[in-house]
């Protein structure tokens, strides 16, 4: 029998007091990204690449030594300057496959673009047993939201 | 179980038959009350609900009253809270990022995306 999947969707807004630009910028420059989308304390980078353009992929990738691993690998479908990102990405936790889903963030300028709302939809195919396989590798002591917390 | 749980959650008026149950065991025919449908669809909803482990129903004379199963709704949405609250930490600290005076720049040749 291949493993049980769960389909599920959800989103996640925020207003943040900045041009689209540069919430924009945030997703689209390495080094800024670096500063924002990592994993836990005690994580550090293994593979960090990000080849933002529609076709490219990212890679972020690390560990807490001696602990657990991560993985996020990501392509870039729709990319539309300070309005729109779409990408498909897998996760991983110590190799272990947890979702592969889809992330749909969409900016909108508020306040004559003194300000941008934006929104985050995921979509995913969620391995209930890839879960349950990852909490096992830590020795179940483990909660789901730093298993969670640990691809990132 | 948890992608029957989802599965269950995905109907808007499961979700509301749940939403009462938090209040407290009720009857079918309680169930039925807020919802202009038969007694028989709502019994398919329990019966949907039942077998993804959110509600147990107890059947007693004539009368079957439901109830939540602690265990089965927590399962279901630990796994999405999780991934909704990595999410939320993750543009939490965007915002701190995006809270900063200007732009920190290591690069100050260049700014990605800035087009004024």
């Given at each position: 029998m291949s493993e049980p999947i769960t389909h599920a969707s959800f989103s996640v807004e925020r207003t943040y007091p900045v041009p689209p630009a540069r919430v924009f910028a945030a997703f689209a420059d390495p080094d800024?990204?670096?500063?924002?989308?990592?994993?836990?304390?005690?994580?550090?980078?293994?593979t960090r690449t990000l080849d933002f353009r529609e076709g490219g992929h990212e890679v972020a990738a690390g560990e807490v030594p001696g602990?657990?691993?991560?993985?996020?690998?990501?392509?870039?479908?729709?990319i539309e300057t300070d309005a729109q990102i779409v990408y498909s990405y897998v996760m991983y936790h110590s190799d272990v496959r947890?979702?592969?889903?889809?992330?749909?963030l969409e900016l909108e300028p508020l306040d004559g673009g003194a300000a941008t709302r934006l929104v985050m939809t995921e979509q995913g195919a969620y391995f209930a047993d890839g879960e349950a396989q990852a909490k096992d590798r830590e020795t179940g002591t483990i909660g789901l939201l730093e298993l969670v917390a640990g691809v990132l | 179980m948890l992608d029957h749980a989802f599965q269950?959650?995905?109907d808007p008026t499961r979700r509301a038959v749940?939403?009462?149950l938090c209040a407290g065991p009720a009857s079918v025919s309680e169930l039925a009350e807020p919802f202009a449908m038969t007694l028989a669809a709502v019994v398919q909803h329990v019966q949907v609900l039942e077998a993804a482990g959110l509600v147990r129903t107890q059947k007693i004379g004539r009368v079957r009253t439901v109830q939540i199963d602690p265990a089965?709704?927590?399962?279901?949405e630990a796994w999405l809270s999780a991934r909704r609250i990595l999410w939320e930490q993750h543009l939490d600290r965007l915002g701190d990022l995006l809270a900063e005076p200007s732009p920190?720049?290591?690069t100050p040749a260049s700014p990605p995306t800035e087009k004024e």
């Open positions: 800024l990204k670096a500063q924002w989308f990592h994993g836990p304390d005690g994580w550090t980078a293994t602990e657990w691993s991560s993985r996020f690998e990501a392509t870039y479908h729709v947890l979702s592969v889903s889809v992330a749909t | 269950a959650l995905s749940l939403e009462r089965g709704l927590r399962a279901a920190p720049s290591p």
